[in-house]
């Protein structure tokens, strides 16, 4: 039962910098909906700043978490360890199969590891000549 009640207490408080970092987060965020509430007049521009700020903290709560974006060039091909394709891209050019043409959905790491893939469209080369 010892062993039990130190490892809830080490869950406990491995977990608790990631709720204090994510309920500092729910704050930046409940007075950015506040903000755009009170408003009377829309400025696309303000609106994007301060979007921009509440993405860079999310992404700055991630890092502290070790959760890193994969940073994959999209003309690069595809890479399986870090990327999963989603969609398949018909080209005429052989040199382009198998290369990433866009991201569907964004890739993370943790801990070096893969957490979530890249999900990508890949290019396949189809020859259209009949045989």
Known sequence: MKNHNELSNLID???RPLLL?????????KQFKEQLAESDEINKEKISQDF?????????ILYRQEV????????NKLDSKFQKA???????????DFKVSRIIREGFTWREQVLRPQEVVVKRYKDDEPK
């Open 13 to 15: 408080n491995s977990m």
């Open 52 to 60: 921009q700020y509440r993405f860079d903290e999310l992404i700055e």
């Open 86 to 96: 989603r969609q398949i891209e018909e080209v005429k050019n052989m040199d382009e």
């Open 21 to 29: 970092d994510l309920l500092l987060f729910y704050d930046s965020m």
């Open 68 to 75: 890193i974006p994969i940073d994959k060039n999209i003309s």
